[in-house]
Every structure is written in C-alpha cells, then in structure tokens.
C-alpha cells in the first residue's frame, strides 16, 4: 500500500570536506542532531567509516550514544554498522544497550561496508563483504529479537550457546534496518528477515541513480519466498535536499560546495570517473537536479521533486536527507528550517485542517453577516 504519511530525517555518513579540525567537526554534527530534534525530524542516522578523509565518524555507535544526552525525541539510528567488521554478539549487545539508553529511540542499521580502504586495513578483501554481511545479519537479528540460544560457526565467527542478557526496551523489539546501494542483495536479506530497509537514492557523481521500485521488489519477492512481510513505512530512502528561498539563491548556495564533493572526493580523492556525457562540469550541479539525484532548489521545487520521487517508486516512508556541507553551516541549519516548516507539510498533513477551516468559511460566507466598517 502507498503511504500517505512521508516521514523526514537526515543521514550523516558523514561527507565533510577536509580541513575543518575534527574535534570542532563532530561538535557540529551534534548540534545537527539537536537541531533536527527542536524541528520534529523523526530520525538521524550516523555512519561508520575508517579512511578516505572526509568520513571521520569510526563509531556511530559513540555519536548515538552522545546525542541521546543531548535530544529528547527524534530517533537515532546506527547508518550504518558495517557488519563485516565486528562480531555479530557484540552488535547485538551494544545495539540493545543503546535502545535502553534512548528509552526505545534506537534503529540498529547494518550494512555490508563500501570502502575499499576501510576493509584492506583489517585483512578483509571486498569479494568477501556481501557474503559476511549475511551470515553476520542472520546471527544479529536472531539475538537481537530472538529468544533461543544461538550457536553458529562460519569461516570468521563462532556463536556457542549465545544469548543476551538485555531484551530489547520495548515488547515489539528493536527495529533493524538493512542497507542497499544499487545491488539487490541487501533488499532481498530484508525480505528474508523482514526488517527494514534503507535505499541511497544518491549515486556517484555522473552515475544514474538506482533503480529502486526494482529494489523494492527484491524485497517483496525475497519476503514471501521466506514467509515474511515488509512493509513501505519501514522503508527509507537518501537524498541530498538543500531548500532555499528560490532555486537561484539554493544554486548560489551549494554550487561550489556540490563541485568539491563531486570532483574533489569522487574525482580526485576517490580516483572515480565523474563526468556526465555532454554536460560541462559548470553544469554539473543542474544535470544532477534533472536527473533526480540531488533535490536543490525553492520550497516548490522540492516538494515536486519529493512527489514525482513517490510517484516514481510506488511510496514510502521517510525521506532521509543525505546530510552534505555544500553551503555554509547558518545555510545549512536554515535549509533544514525550510524543509521542516514548509515542504514536510505537503506530505504529513500537519496543515492539512487549517487550510480546510479557510476552504469551509469561503464555501459558506452566506452564513454570517458580514460587518460594514
């Protein structure tokens, strides 16, 4: 079924520029999370990265920990736990210890990993992660949620006898939430568990962004192969999204900040093929906007951009926003003021009724006397 009701958070992987001192940095993705808690945000993710530079966040985990103290209800969430890199007992552990210190505001997101970098640097090669990541997820989700001991031995891990002390903080357990990049592995392990999911709607630079009604179908297909359900409110999908108050002030704003993350980190850094075919690099921001891989532009242009993204994939529940330093941080902090007050409105109906109280007295002015000056 199409939700009616679009969710909004924001997903810190995090991608910032180098040069900004790293202590000061994770300060200000703190207050991110603080800010996002004052406008409503239902969620903020935190990722885990080793290397690369621009990715200084090596446990998400510590971050979540710390924006508990600081929040009082938005959501916090693990974007994601890179699987493949830790044993599944001590994810679990650490995942249910954190839903009791959020008081059940907690998501455990998992993921197979990325980085070549982050997995050469602990003796991991790239071919092995997708296999790893399901063995791991199939061991966490069973002691997350599960109640029988769990024994499982694979070429990496041995599980004897294994079962947590802590149950999750509420009845229902602990949502976990698996992520997908453009393949359909991690859709169809969803499916097989069925727990969420959470879809990057941002490729690379110069890359069409994935298919993800086929993504979701994964998903379907792999939950009633296995007897599960999923379910499109527990589905996430990331973009970029900068509102501003017009889209040649929005394009003003992140213009070059856009340019530095796709030919600085991608092209330069990353070693990565960026250019988009026929299009000058000058240009390069508006071909991602017409492509649908980043939403940059006034309130209008972005709540089009959100429904024709619904529309395009068949719903779903939150609009994650792939948080990005391409303006400035007073910009920034006022593009999500933006997006919370003006554009989320179009989607979860929280103004809904006053413009329905305006409809009703325009239908029915007849009914009162109108007083002459």
Same mark, same amino acid.
């Given at each position: 079924?199409?939700?009616?009701?679009?969710?909004?958070?924001?997903?810190?992987?995090?991608?910032?520029?180098?040069?900004?001192?790293?202590?000061?940095?994770?300060?200000?993705?703190?207050?991110?999370?603080?800010?996002?808690?004052?406008?409503?945000?239902?969620?903020?993710?935190?990722?885990?990265?080793?290397?690369?530079?621009?990715?200084?966040?090596?446990?998400?985990?510590?971050?979540? @920990?710390?924006?508990?103290?600081? =929040? /009082?209800?938005? #959501? *916090?969430?693990?974007?994601?736990?890179? &699987?493949?890199?830790?044993? $599944?007992?001590?994810?679990?552990?650490?995942?249910?210890?954190?839903?009791?210190?959020?008081?059940?505001?907690?998501?455990?997101?998992?993921?197979?990993?990325?980085?070549?970098?982050?997995?050469?640097?602990?003796?991991?090669?790239?071919?092995?992660?997708?296999?790893?990541?399901?063995?791991?997820?199939?061991?966490?989700?069973?002691?997350?949620?599960?109640? @029988?001991?769990?024994?499982?031995? =694979? /070429?990496?891990? #041995? *599980?004897?006898?294994?079962?947590?002390? &802590?149950?999750?903080?509420? $009845?229902?357990?602990?949502?976990?939430?698996?992520?997908?990049?453009?393949?359909?592995?991690?859709?169809?392990?969803?499916?097989?568990?069925?727990?969420?999911?959470?879809?990057?709607?941002?490729?690379?630079?110069?890359?069409?962004?994935?298919?993800?009604?086929?993504?979701?179908?994964?998903?379907?297909?792999?939950?009633?192969?296995?007897?599960?359900?999923?379910?499109?409110?527990?589905?996430?999908?990331?973009?970029?999204?900068?509102?501003?108050?017009?889209?040649?002030?929005?394009?003003?704003?992140?213009?070059?900040?856009?340019?530095?993350?796709?030919?600085?980190?991608?092209?330069?850094?990353?070693?990565?093929?960026?250019?988009?075919?026929?299009?000058?690099?000058?240009?390069?921001?508006?071909?991602?906007?017409?492509?649908?891989?980043?939403?940059?532009?006034?309130?209008?242009?972005?709540?089009?951009?959100?429904?024709?993204?619904?529309?395009?994939?068949?719903?779903?529940?939150?609009?994650?926003?792939?948080?990005?330093?391409?303006?400035?941080?007073?910009?920034?902090?006022?593009?999500?003021?933006?997006?919370?007050?003006?554009?989320?409105?179009?989607?979860?109906?929280?103004?809904?009724?006053?413009?329905?109280?305006?409809?009703?007295?325009?239908?029915?002015?007849?009914?009162?006397?109108?007083?002459?000056?």
């Amino acid at each position: 079924m199409y939700p009616e009701h679009l969710e909004f958070g924001a997903f810190l992987s995090p991608m910032h520029p180098m040069g900004e001192d790293p202590t000061l940095q994770f300060e200000r993705d703190l207050e991110l999370a603080e800010h996002l808690d004052r406008l409503g945000y239902k969620e903020f993710w935190v990722g885990e990265h080793h290397s690369m530079g621009w990715n200084t966040i090596g446990s998400p985990e510590l971050i979540v @920990a710390a924006a508990a103290s600081r =929040t /009082s209800r938005i #959501t *916090l969430a693990t974007g994601v736990t890179t &699987l493949p890199y830790h044993h $599944p007992f001590m994810v679990a552990s650490r995942a249910v210890h954190l839903d009791h210190l959020t008081r059940g505001r907690f998501v455990l997101g998992v993921g197979a990993g990325g980085i070549p970098t982050d997995a050469r640097m602990i003796g991991r090669e790239m071919s092995e992660l997708r296999g790893a990541f399901g063995e791991a997820l199939e061991a966490v989700v069973e002691l997350v949620n599960g109640e @029988a001991r769990v024994t499982k031995k =694979t /070429s990496w891990f #041995t *599980l004897q006898d294994a079962k947590l002390q &802590l149950s999750p903080y509420r $009845p229902e357990g602990l949502e976990i939430a698996a992520a997908s990049v453009a393949s359909g592995n991690s859709m169809r392990l969803a499916g097989r568990h069925g727990i969420s999911t959470v879809s990057f709607g941002a490729p690379r630079p110069g890359h069409p962004r994935p298919d993800m009604h086929t993504q979701w179908a994964y998903a379907e297909e792999s939950a009633a192969e296995h007897g599960k359900t999923v379910d499109r409110k527990n589905w996430r999908i990331t973009l970029p999204v900068y509102v501003a108050e017009t889209r040649e002030q929005a394009l003003r704003d992140v213009r070059e900040g856009y340019d530095r993350w796709a030919y600085g980190y991608w092209g330069d850094i990353r070693g990565l093929d960026v250019s988009v075919a026929g299009v000058d690099r000058a240009q390069a921001l508006e071909a991602a906007i017409e492509a649908g891989s980043v939403l940059v532009g006034s309130v209008d242009d972005v709540v089009g951009g959100i429904q024709r993204l619904r529309e395009e994939v068949g719903g779903f529940g939150t609009l994650l926003v792939y948080a990005q330093d391409w303006a400035d941080w007073e910009k920034t902090k006022r593009s999500y003021d933006l997006l919370a007050r003006y554009v989320a409105p179009h989607f979860n109906g929280s103004t809904k009724r006053l413009y329905e109280a305006v409809d009703w007295y325009r239908g029915n002015r007849d009914l009162f006397p109108q007083l002459i000056p």
